[in-house]
Structures are given as C-alpha cells and as structure tokens.
C-alpha cells in the first residue's frame, strides 16, 4: 500500500501507479480457476482477464516514443479474457514481470517532457496529438485505477472480498480496528 509520502512527481506517480498494480494483482488472492475465469457482472470481464489485459497496457508505451522494452502480445480485445488453454500461472507471470520493467522505466521519464500520443479512435481522435509525458503517466494511472475498481466490484460479487483485506493477506500485514486481513467468509 501507497504510504503518504515527500517525493518528486515522478516518484509519487510512479508509486500510485504501482498501488493500482498491487490492488489488481491482490484481486485474484485464493481464488479457484474457475472464479478467476468467472464473469458475474453485466459485463464480459473477469479477473483473470483484467489481470491480462493490465499486462498489454504494461506493455503498451506511454506515447509511441517512450515506453518499455517489449511490445504486447496479442491484440487489444483479446487482452480482456483468457484464452480456454491459457493458464493463469503464466498470465500472473507475465503480470509480473510486465510490472517490473514497467515500474523500472519510470526512473528515466521526465514528466515534463513533449511527446506524440496515438490516436484515441474511441473518443473520435483520429490523429496523434502532442502532449507532456506526464499526461501518458497520469493516463496509465487513470487506467489501472479504473481496472483495480473492475477488479473490486468482480472480486466483491464473487465472494465478498475487498481490497484493503485482500492486501493486507497478500502483504502479510496485520489488521487493525478497521481492516482484517482476507480469510474468508466464515
């Protein structure tokens, strides 16, 4: 978990990002393959799913001029699901090591520094735009917060975990008068 701290811009991103990375992985703590693979919302995702398609954008750079040194597997809509023979162990894997190379880049990155971003089709922008870096690191961030709350609403439904108690079992830390570490339901 993100401590309130005194740190550089860089630092503090880069750390909050990996908060939202943590959340994400700790989403999937003790479940079967068969949750992980479950899809109990309206929507077509899962956990194991949000947890690959965290791993494309980890690998996806922050503009098409800085990003980290391996290029995505597969394409952009199969990122949210796992294939029928796809293990997890080998997503959770790749998670992983996508976040450690991820996070390691940052150490480089100078958020004042002017780069082209892609197009974004989806919001109609068909064209590249110009952009400080530090809108690429706070757009990663936006992303991997809002995929850390699909995680949360999936993993609640499933079974009534929530983040802080999820994180806290995975971290091996202890509880307190307002969180205990996940258990179980009993």
Not at 48 to 67: E, F, M, N, Q, W
Not at 76 to 101: H, P, R, Y
């Amino acid at each position: 978990m993100y401590q309130p701290a005194v740190a550089d811009e860089r630092t503090t991103i880069k750390d909050m990002i990996a908060t939202q990375l943590a959340a994400i992985r700790a989403s999937a703590y003790g479940l079967s393959d068969e949750q992980l693979r479950s899809r109990p919302l309206a929507s077509a995702l899962s956990i194991g799913g949000i947890i690959k398609h965290s791993a494309y954008v980890l690998r996806t750079p922050i503009s098409p001029t800085i990003g980290v040194p391996h290029k995505p597997q597969g394409g952009f809509f199969e990122s949210f699901a796992l294939a029928e023979d796809e293990s997890f162990a080998a997503v959770l894997a790749d998670f992983d090591q996508a976040t450690k190379e991820y996070l390691a880049a940052f150490d480089d990155l100078d958020p004042a520094q002017e780069v082209q971003m892609g197009p974004r089709p989806w919001y109609g922008e068909n064209e590249p735009a110009t952009a400080s870096l530090r809108w690429g690191m706070l757009h990663h961030l936006e992303e991997f917060a809002r995929h850390a709350g699909h995680a949360d609403l999936i993993r609640e439904q499933l079974d009534g975990a929530k983040a802080p108690e999820l994180l806290l079992a995975v971290e091996g830390l202890p509880g307190n008068s307002f969180v205990q570490p996940w258990g179980g339901r009993k």
